[in-house]
């Protein structure tokens, strides 16, 4: 299930919008553009527990606060969605409302033809809208949503409720304000939700309950209180028969099942110690704000696997969490969603993003508006993302460093561990999975220097490098904490002899047939008449030729496991290695420095 098209009329700073989504989405703009006010509104429409507020909206809910016109007659809120991809049990529940949305021209199709339904890129879709104003007469503010197909005769609509929402599965994580709720028993908090999902009833209340009321407090004497409670008894029984308002303690709560919903929440260890040695141990919520934000993420995840075909909505995953860790819940939560929308203001979030799915969004007078980023002219696919990285700032961040030595690597080195995990997700990790940030030293006389630099930080330093002199080798090695030397000189040769014949055959065939050879290069053009060797030659030249343009990493992406060169498979498996068992020195002492 995924939302392709939204409208908003009148709704806070949103006099007028019309939005289209290209599936897993990120919303960016400048501060107050309406990023939020977005998700709001899609939370009005799909949010299974937002109409149980009280009130629904409020004054400040319609655009410039005005909710009656010049006439004194009610302005309307209305958000309509249209949602597609609808899993067939969803198609079976919604069968009376379905209409049907046309993917190549992201129209819905409205009438006649009907055999226009059964053109190709045609899909069921859902169009579901919510309504709210002021009553003048109940003097209040009143709001429900809809299904706005079929209209009736008399022109109203069939509502969409609490059930049917649910069965579309929306979460909507506002960062700062979920998570003080996220794991307590309180109704619609996360923990519930998983536990109705997983159809746990936890019959713990009336123990619970009676074991409070047999608590008594204050009943010691010295205190006081208890002569205070039997003076009061005693005034009472000349008032009233003496088996009323008899033997009043007082006892910890008046609690209801609702009242411990709400008070009843996870403890976390803090990491202080108490002058006995254990642990103090607090509600979750006075954890720091990223620890609680990525508890909250945990649990979205957790949902995610238990609802599937769910959109999740989310403001601004990056706050309080480093770079490495924002990439890895933006990659977590969208591979366990039909759709993801976010907010953010982090190029590292960015990043993980294909340019049409980055969502520009402008607000002038009003209107709001939201336009595909695409690829910047000039710039080539394969470089973009170098076009928007800010690695430097992520290794400050970051608790583990790679270091290597030239372009090439640092192209070529990530995308080979995305690649590995990809294809053997259990076996390997991406350097982002695993907390490493990525450094081009830009030349082998640096990587030393720089390793100084993040280990006195407290960084865990890894090197990759050319072959080396003894003193080089040996300056680099002191100066990290795992080191890794290339066994040639040159990458583009570690690349080109390590790997497969078969793979560098395909990729050859690749350049041949995209025209991305280079005419100065035209002597040695790969043909499938060439020799291995020669192929080699051939491709060594041009490796050194497009050095820093994102081809080695290109060759790797297209590669098997066998396929790749050993050095690098072993690098990458041993760096996963320590960083998973980082505590565990029996294992670290297999993966020691070459």
Known sequence: ???????????????????????????????????????????????????????????????????????????????????????????????????????????????????????????????????????????????????????REDGAFDPFGKRDKRLCGFLYLRTLRTGTRALSLERGSLLDIILRLRELRPQMWENVLEQLREVSVASDPDIGI???????????????????????????????????????????????????????????????????????????????????????????????????????????????????????????????????????VNRKNGILTGTPALYPPTVKQKIYREEVKRRFCESLLARRVLIVEGKTEYDALPVAAKRLHELLPN????????????????????????????????????????????????????????????????FENVLVNGSSETALRRYADFLINNNEWPAHLSTIKPTPEKTVEELKTSLKEYFQWAKGSGSAADFLNQCSENEMPTFIVEVLKEIRIISNYSNQPEVLDEASKT
Request: aromatic share 8%; net charge negative.
């Open 427 to 490: 076996e390997y990790t991406t350097l982002e999975g695993l907390g490493i940030a990525i450094i081009n030293a830009e030349t082998d006389s640096q990587v030393a220097p720089l390793g100084d630099y993040f280990r006195r930080m407290g960084k865990t330093v890894f090197a990759v490098f050319d072959k080396q002199t003894e003193e080089s080798r040996n300056n680099i090695n002191s100066a990290t904490d795992y080191a890794w030397e290339a066994p040639e000189k040159g």
């Open 226 to 360: 208890s002569e205070v409670l039997e003076s009061v008894q005693t005034a009472v029984r000349s008032l009233v028969p003496i088996e009323c308002a008899d033997a009043p303690t007082m006892r910890v709560s008046h609690l209801t099942r609702e009242h411990l919903r709400k008070i009843i929440t996870v403890f976390l260890g803090t990491g202080s110690l108490r002058d006995n040695g254990t642990e103090y141990a607090a509600p979750f919520h006075h954890q720091g704000t990223g620890t609680i934000n990525l508890l909250v993420l945990s649990l979205l995840s957790m949902i995610a696997e238990l609802k599937q075909n769910v959109i999740f909505a989310m403001e601004e995953p990056e706050i309080a969490t480093p770079p490495h860790t924002q990439k890895r819940i933006i990659n977590s939560i969208i591979s366990k969603s039909a759709q993801a929308i976010f907010t953010s203001h982090s190029p590292y979030i960015l990043e993980e993003f294909i340019p049409s799915h980055i969502v520009v």
């Open 1 to 151: 299930m995924t939302i392709v098209k939204m409208r908003i009329n009148n709704f806070r700073g949103i006099k007028e919008s019309c939005l289209l989504f290209p599936g897993h989405t990120v919303l960016v703009g400048d501060n107050n553009t309406g990023k939020s006010t977005v998700l709001e509104a899609i939370d009005l429409v799909l949010g299974p527990e937002r109409l149980s507020r009280r009130p629904v909206i409020d004054e400040h809910d319609f655009y410039a606060g005005q909710y009656l016109d010049n006439e004194g007659n009610p302005i309307e809120i209305f958000i309509e969605i249209i949602i597609v991809d609808l899993s067939l049990e969803q198609q079976r529940h919604f069968r009376n409302h379905l209409e049907w949305w046309d993917t190549v021209n992201n129209v819905l199709i409205d009438g006649p033809p009907p055999e226009a339904t059964d053109g190709d890129g045609v899909v069921a879709a859902l169009r579901l809208a919510f309504k709210g104003s002021y009553d003048v007469e109940e003097d209040d503010f009143i709001g429900n949503t809809y299904f706005m197909s079929p209209e």
